[in-house]
C-alpha cells in the first residue's frame, strides 16, 4: 500500500523559511503528478505547488517567486521549499501524489502544520 510520510512543518517568523518533505513509500513505481495542497481554518482546501514526472512544475499565484518545488528520484521525495514566509501562509499542508499508469494510486499525506507568526 502506497504511503506518504511528511515532515518539516512547523513555526516560523514572517520572513523565515520552510522545507515540506513528502516521502513516497510502498511504491516501486514513481507517481507521476505530487503536489502540495493547504487548508488554513475556515478556508477550501487550495492547490499550492505541483510538480509532473518530467519536472513540470506549477505554483499558486499566492507564493510564486517564493516557494520552490523539486523531487528526488533516488529517495522518492518531493520537497516544498517555502521562502519569504507570510502570515497568510499558515496552514495545514497536505501532500497528493499520483499515477495514473498501472500500478496506478491516489495518495494523500496525514497533513503538516505550518505556523508563520507576524
Not at 15 to 25: F, H, I, K, N, T
Not at 37 to 48: F, I, N, S
Not at 91 to 110: H, L, M
Request: overall charge neutral; glycine content about 8%; charged content about 20%.
Amino acid at each position: 500500500q502506497v504511503q506518504l510520510v511528511e515532515s518539516g512543518g512547523g513555526l516560523v517568523q514572517a520572513g523565515g523559511s520552510l522545507r515540506l518533505a513528502c516521502e513516497v513509500q510502498g511504491s516501486h513505481s514513481r507517481a507521476t503528478f505530487v503536489a502540495w495542497y493547504r487548508q488554513a481554518p475556515g478556508k477550501q482546501r487550495e492547490l499550492v505547488a505541483s510538480i509532473t514526472v518530467d519536472n513540470t512544475r506549477n505554483f499558486a499565484d499566492s507564493v510564486k517567486g517564493r516557494f520552490a518545488m523539486f523531487r528526488d528520484n533516488i529517495k522518492d521525495a518531493v520537497y516544498l521549499q517555502m521562502n519569504a514566509l507570510q502570515f497568510e501562509d499558515t496552514a495545514v499542508y497536505y501532500c497528493n501524489a499520483k499515477r495514473e499508469i498501472q500500478p496506478s494510486f491516489d495518495t494523500w499525506g496525514q497533513g503538516t502544520q505550518v505556523t508563520v507568526s507576524s
